[in-house]
T-cell receptor, first 117, second 112 residues
């Protein structure tokens, strides 16, 4: 149980284009989904928290107009990186908290490696 | 401000050795979690400790939650190359919304 998938697992895009990353909870309902960014050899940095049917809450310093988050259903959240630049290249990981989670437990997706050329 | 400090940052050992990783804070946490992340993958939840003084075992891994719920440790007995990875401790963010605060991680390499 508690499986979270991400798609795509890796993506290469040109500077100035937009990229959408999907995060799905496969066997449970995710009331809350989280989006993290991870630079090489570093820990996770929380970007935003999204609850189904409401606007995402962004962490300080994260541009909400650049990183668009949609949580339209209890099993799907999407992160769109708009007008991507090389500095947006990173490992993006989503996690979900929901009906299978004890308090505060999160289940993570496998991550998406974004390279902007 | 809640902070989780992990030590050591890096650990390189030979197969069969024992090791302990620490996660410390000046804040009290209602629970702490340990995750392991392998390169190119997302973190995988290993355990959640909830009660002060609690000890949980997962095969060769032993997790302990401090009596005051401010610290935790992970002990691995007879480490194997398959234990290689980034070990992260995490605790609830007092800001709510089920957010977690993560430590910086301990990067473990076990050599055959």
């Amino acid at each position: 149980g508690a499986v979270v998938s991400q798609h795509p697992s890796w993506v290469i895009c040109k500077s100035g284009t937009s990229v959408k990353i999907e995060c799905r909870s496969l066997d449970f309902q995710a009331t809350t989904m989280f989006w993290y960014r991870q630079f090489p050899k570093q820990s996770l940095m929380l970007m935003a928290t999204s609850n189904e049917g409401s606007k995402a809450t962004y962490e300080q310093g994260v541009e909400k107009d650049k990183f668009l988050i949609n949580h339209a259903s209890l099993t799907l959240s999407t992160l769109t990186v708009t007008s991507a630049h090389p500095e947006d290249s990173s490992f993006y990981i989503c996690s979900a908290h929901g009906t299978l989670s004890s308090t505060y437990e999160q289940y993570f997706g496998p991550g998406t490696r974004l390279t902007v050329t | 401000t809640q902070l989780l400090e992990q030590s050591p940052q890096f650990l390189s050992i030979q197969e069969g050795e024992n090791l302990t990783v620490y996660c410390n804070s000046s804040s009290v946490f209602s629970s702490l979690q340990w995750y392991r992340q392998e390169p190119g993958e997302g973190p995988v939840l290993l355990v959640t400790v909830v009660t002060g003084g609690e000890v949980k075992k997962l095969k060769r891994l032993t997790f302990q939650f401090g009596d005051a719920r401010k610290d935790s440790s992970l002990h691995i007995t007879a480490a194997q190359p398959g234990d290689t990875g980034l070990y992260l401790c995490a605790g609830p963010d007092s800001g709510g919304y089920n957010k977690l605060i993560f430590g910086a991680g301990t990067r473990l390499a076990v050599h055959p």
